[in-house]
């Protein structure tokens, strides 16, 4: 399968992908075709570039406004065909036309166990709320804010000690294995939307 990657940050979860495609190029059923993002000089860009892949970077302060941006977002991604589109730590809100051309197959991960702790701040709202576990969520994307259907889930126990970064580091490593397995099973077997619930044959 043909994958895009957004990513605004330091684009561990795309290099999970891009090791995972290297380890087995055939076998694990997926294609990077071009990594995205909506900022200059972040890591994420510098691996797809290590990794010889085409980038593009859409900012929204080069747009005259928020739908604009999304438009100019969907173009750019639409020109590289995905199959899938991963948002592995994208830091925006997918609009209208981005959903309109991808719904359904948009792969977002997130840093705590949906439908608790949505939104950019979930390693630090689960931790400020006191709860003992909590995890990473790998979900595709719908209009709503980390709202759509869940494909899976992994657990990550909270100790006295954590702050949000040691934290977040200790969830990162489960999402990035989260992630690689899904979107490989997703790209090799296909699936399919039932309501709320996404079936991998
Ligand atoms: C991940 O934890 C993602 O869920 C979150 O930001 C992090 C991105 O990490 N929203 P990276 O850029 O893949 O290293």
């Known amino acids: 399968a043909r994958v895009v990657v957004l990513v605004s940050g330091s684009g561990t979860n795309l290099q999970a992908l891009l090791d995972a ?30 990794a010889g892949l085409p980038t593009y970077v859409c900012r929204v302060k080069d747009h005259a406004d928020r739908d ?13 065909e995905p199959d899938l589109v991963v948002t592995a730590g994208f ?58 259907p869940i494909i899976a889930q992994g657990v990550v126990e909270i100790r006295d000690e954590d702050d949000e970064s040691a934290l977040h580091e200790r969830i990162k490593e489960v999402e990035r294995s989260l992630l690689v397995d899904v979107v490989g099973r997703l790209a090799r077997d296909g699936y399919r939307i039932e309501g709320r619930k996404v079936r991998i044959p």
């Open 91 to 148: 830091m925006k809100i997918v609009g209208r036309a981005f959903l309109a051309r991808f719904g359904g197959r948009i792969v977002n991960t997130h840093p705590a166990l949906l439908p608790s702790f949505p939104g950019a701040h979930g390693v630090r709202d689960a931790l400020a709320y006191g709860v003992k576990v909590t995890g990473c969520t790998v979900h595709l994307v719908d209009e709503g804010v980390d709202t759509g």
């Open 21 to 50: 495609i290297a380890a087995d190029p055939g076998g694990y059923g997926v294609r990077v075709v071009a990594v995205g993002a909506d900022r200059d000089g972040i890591a994420g860009l510098e691996r797809a570039e290590r």
């Open 68 to 80: 604009a941006w999304d438009e100019a977002l969907t173009e750019a991604t639409a020109g590289y």
